[in-house]
Structure formats: structure tokens, C-alpha cells
DNA sequence: TATGAATGAGCCTTCATTCAT
DNA sequence: GATGAATGAAGGCTCATTCAT
């Protein structure tokens, strides 16, 4: 019964992905969000209470890819599971950038919103522990140089997923290439 | 004579370059910036016609910054170059993210604006061939490894800018042990 | 036979005269109304053409249950009479007050609207008459204080309705109390 | 310094108490307000961070002038004490109407009007006190007749304001006239 | 010149009403 | 007939920019 939906909220979503990456958090605006879907502005509040609720529940879903993604990786081999890590982060693009605006958000202004961002929060905890104990057995097992401090060998590595692919090498090729520098150097051996 | 000065032109450039690393360029407000200076909102009109020509403004000043400091810097050495080109670029802090403001400024609005950008799109191609030069040397004097192609070689190197100095090591030694992490890697040797 | 009945017109006027009640003419609300029915928002349509109708048709109902009420008062003895009549008027609750909002409604937005209000301005003139033949009679019989212009004493009289019934003095008793003191006074005797 | 103002913040408050009044709280809307007033709507902010604050504000000067009006009475007659509070309340046209929509007000959007309301609440508190004790001596004083319940006397007595002046009688004798009804009846004596 | 005040354009959000199933 | 969904017209509020002192 009732009308066919104009868009579906995975659709919104999508879309809100991409306005934000364009537009930043602060340059998020409905209006370019309904431009990008077929259907009226005042529609998508047939969705979410309001903008607050859609970049949350926007940034949510790009979470859970994520961890999806990470929970398959197979972490025997630390150093692989590393590489693997790189691929996923680098896939789910911008992944980074959009969680840099998860504290902008307003809580105050929805509950939904505060609960997603708990969510991601969590998440986010999660995911950076992990990382770090598959670092420390990295360089427990002796696949680092001890000279240098491990954050700053944690902190190019993650640095290496904005790194612009101007050659437009597929994904997974370009996350082994930077892997390969991250670990061996640019340097002549 | 008339009324004492509110604020200098610099100031106002100082306070604008602030404003926009801490809220990106959509949300830069001129609300915000007259917060941090010492008069009134309207009397920014005083200097500039429009919020675009004081974020073109603020981008060419610091783009300027960064070519006077690049051209002090002794190539002879190009390996040597490539190291204190990267604490420049570090030094003045951000301007890799200024930088990407740029694009998104509208033009239509101001001829003046226009203009800083058309100044500031040169000295980035020209610093781009400076730089490229500078690796072609080093790649040609065998310093790097030659099995990794060499846009991804420079992509890496300039993404060290963003890499988070989690420790706060101050600045020269950060960019020295980036451009170690660089050249050498992370693994063992 | 089609589905079956969401709800009927009277459930929906009942659910009008709470709503505009709790709520005021300007605080009217589809929303609000359909959430105290057995339907959906849109399913009202099928009844009334728009808001305005609604309101309209809800007070004529209203106005409807007080003439039915008040031909059946015994106007034989007048003082009688007008005892009565307060009673029904504040059984029929806050009749008066949902009268106030009938010269707020927009007429010209539909024909069945005004044509209702019409009727309701009729009706309203002719008990106004017939309140007023029972107070002039009254007057005329001697009982009421000379001394006092009668708009006055009917002002008075009518603005008992209104008064808060703090104790939760079941309605009969109530307007009985009431009416003694409107004849009566409030002070010692 | 800069421009002369287009409206006072009294005037302002003139306008949205005529507003307000003409149409409730529900149907107060800034452009009725601005209607009214030498300016544009978005003047208003200048005065007020958003409608709450300007309806809380109308309501505690109103309460202000009650306050003070009040206690310039001499109580030491009750009876007589109580016929100028009569007058008063009639004189600050509707006050009674406006307290009716304090509670409506959504404080949470706003500090500024929470904390008006707040005042206007302990006001509305003393008010009371204040009226029962008067009516209470004059009880005890033997001026009122004690087979009627005080919160009915009271009641009545308050409700006296809202009578509709439809002669046009000046406040002052109107106020008497009700206060005389009051007291003595509209009976025969 | 410096600025306090004014303002229109634009954004978020709500709501009556219409559509299409 | 009943309804879920769609939507344009407003309303509240903000902000860049202009005015007038």
C-alpha cells in the first residue's frame, strides 16, 4: 500500500558519504544531498529526524563495513594481517576522513545520533587496540626496526591510506606497493 | 587621522589561517574570525571586499612563506634538499591542507581573488617541477630504489607532512625521522 | 465491501473537540488528531476536505448538542430557567471557549467551512435572543437588582462557565453553587 | 556609533504582548511580530536568541508591572484591598490570558527563558499567597457569607476579570460594578 | 575610519495536502 | 476505501554583507 519510495535508505546513505567526503561536515547541506537522489528535500526526513541522525548513521554503516571486513582477516601472520589491514582501510575509502567529523556532530540535538556515535566510538577503541597488539607483535617477532618508536611506524602506516593514487593502480596492487615502501623504504636497498 | 587602527591586515590574515584549519572552508566564518581579533566584524570589509578574498589572501601570504623558505634551500645536495624541503613544508604547518581549500573558493565573486588563486595555482606547479626535479635527480644519482615507480615514491613522501606527531618531537627531528622512516622503511634492516 | 471502517466520522470530531481543547485553534494539528484514531493522517480526507471543514463540522456538532439540550429546558419560571441553562452550558464543556476560535477559521479556503459557520453564527444569535427575553422577563418579575445594567449582570452570569471548578464539584452542584452566588453574592448576608 | 535602531526592545514586547494576544501562543509567529514593528525579522535576533525568550520576556514585564502595581496597595481594609487588586488585574490587560501560556513554552531550547519563567513561577506563587490571605481575613472579618466554600468565592471572584466589557465602561467604575455584583449578588436585595 | 545595527538570502525543519498503490 | 509515502509552502534562525552614524 502507499506510494513506491523515491529512494531507499541505503541510497541517502550513499549519498551522504559522498557529500560529505565533497563538501566537508560543516558544508553538508540537505539541499546538495536531495540533488544527488530522486526525490524532495523534505523527504528524507521520511528517514532520520535530522542531518544529525543521517551523518551518523552514515558514518555507522561505513563502521561496520569496516569491521566486517577486519573481523575476516586471518591475523596468524601478523605482518600479513597488517597488509590485509592496509587494503580494507584503503577500500573503504575515506574511512579516516569521515570519522575525523564523528566529534563535530551535536548530540545534543538527537539521541539516535548519540547513540551511533557510542556506537562508533566503541568501534573505534576497538579497532586501534587491535591494531597496536598486532604492531607490538610485529616488532616482538622482529620484523621492525627497534631504533624507531612504534607510533611513529603506527602513525605513516595509517598516513599511507590518503597517500593519492594518481596512477590509478587497482586497490589492491596500490595498498602492496605502499605496504612495500612503508616496510622496505624508497631508498636503493 | 581618524579612529586608531582595529587591527592590522596581518593580523586578520594570522586570525583567518587559524579559523580555517580549525573549522576546514566551509565552515569558516567571519563570526569566527572577528572572535579572535581586536574590532568589529564589519571593519574586516575595511581591507578585503568579501570572504573569498580574504581566504585567497590568506593562501597566497602563506604560499609565499613557502617559496621564500623553499628558495633558500641549498640543492646542491638533492638528497639533502628533499630533507629540509619536508620541515619546510612541515614548518608551515597545514598548508598541504590550505592548499586543498583552494579549489572550492568561488571565483565568480571576486576578481581579486581570482587573482590570488591564479598566483597561487602557478607557484604550486612550479614548486611541484622543483620537486620533481629533485627526485629525478635522485633516482638518476642511484639513490632510490629503482623497482618502485616514482610517482608513488613522491606520493608517499609528501604524505608524511600529515602523518600525526602523536609524541610531539619537535619539529626538525620529527621531519628527520619521518624522512629516515622514508628512505630506509619500518622493517628490520 | 472494501477494507474496513479506520474510524467514523464521530470518533473523528470527538478526537477534533480534544485536540482543539488541549491544544487551541492555532495549535491544531493533523498530527495530533490522527494519533488519537484508529488511522492514518491521510485516511481523514476521506471525510472532510481540508482542516477547516473539520473545526467547522466539530463545532457545529457541539453547537447542534447545545440547541437540542436548551429546547428542552421548561422556560415556564425564568429564574428556573436560567439555572438550567448554566448547567447545560457547562456540560457542554468549554462550548465557549471553542466558539472563540470560530471567527479565527479562514472561510475562504472552503465553501462547506463558511457554510457551517453560518449556522453556527445563526444559532449563536438566536440563543443570545432567548438569553436575553429570560433576563429581561426576569428583570421585568423583580428579580433581579435594578440598580445593575443588565449587559453586566448577563456578562457576569455568562463568565461563570469559565470559572475553575478547583474542588471537582460534580457539574450539577457546581452551576447550582455558582448561580447562588451570581443571585446571591459572595458576602454575608 | 553604527545605525539608530529600527525598534526598542519595549517596543518589541508591546508588539509581541498584541500578538500574542490576538493569536495564542501557538499561533505566535515572528512575522506577525515584525508585521508590527519598524523593522525586518531578523532584527528581532538582535534583542532575542529566538521566540521563547521574546514571549518569556513579554510575560515577566507584564508580571513586573502586576508586581509593582500590587504592591503599592494599601491592605490594611481587606475588602477594600481587594477591589483595587480587581482593578489592577483588569487594568494589565489579559495578564491572566498570558500566565496561561507560560507553561507552554519549551524551556529547553533556551536558558534565558527558563530562567524568566522561573521568576514569573515564584510571582505567580506569592500572587496567590497573597490573595488567599486577603480573602481569608475578610472571611474571618465576617464580610463574606461562610456557607460558600472560599475556593469557590475565589474563584469567581478571579474569573470577574475575563468578564467581556461589552458597554465600554471605563475600567475603573467596571471594575467597581463587577466587584458590587460580586459582593452583593445581582439578585434582588 | 571604525562600528553597531539592519537586512535579505538561504538553510533546516514541519505540516497540510496530494499521489499512487 | 485506506494508507504509506511524497512534497511544496512556510516558519525559525543564521550569516555575509551593507548602512548610517
Chains 1, 2, 3, 4 share one sequence.
Not at 32 to 46: E, K
Not at 47 to 71: F, G, T
Not at 72 to 83: E, F, G, R, T, V
Not at 159 to 165: K, R
Request: hydrophobic share 45%; with cysteine; net charge neutral.
Amino acid at each position: 500500500m502507499g506510494r513506491k519510495q523515491a529512494f531507499t535508505k541505503s541510497e541517502l546513505l550513499d549519498q551522504t558519504k559522498k557529500v560529505l567526503l565533497e563538501h566537508g561536515y560543516e558544508g553538508f547541506q540537505l539541499k546538495l544531498l536531495s540533488r544527488g537522489l530522486a526525490g524532495a528535500r523534505s523527504t528524507i526526513y521520511q528517514y532520520y529526524a535530522n542531518k544529525e541522525e543521517i551523518v551518523a548513521a552514515c558514518m555507522k554503516r561505513v563502521m561496520e563495513n569496516v569491521l566486517h571486513k577486519v573481523s575476516a582477516i586471518d591475523d596468524s601472520d601478523c605482518m600479513n594481517a597488517l597488509q590485509q589491514l592496509l587494503t580494507v582501510y584503503m577500500e573503504e575509502a575515506n574511512f579516516h576522513q569521515l570519522l575525523g567529523y564523528a566529534h563535530k556532530i551535536n548530540k545534543a540535538n538527537s539521541a539516535a545520533a548519540a547513540h551511533d556515535l557510542e556506537f562508533i566510538e566503541q568501534a573505534h577503541v576497538t579497532l586501534k587496540q587491535q591494531l597496536e597488539r598486532l604492531f607490538v607483535r610485529a616488532q616482538e617477532e622482529g620484523h621492525l626496526n627497534t631504533s624507531i618508536p612504534l607510533p611513529a611506524i603506527i602513525g605513516v602506516f595509517f598516513n599511507l591510506i590518503d597517500t593519492p593514487n594518481m596512477m590509478n593502480i587497482p586497490i589492491p596492487q596500490w595498498s602492496k606497493l605502499l605496504y612495500q615502501i612503508w616496510l622496505g623504504g624508497a631508498g636503493r636497498l
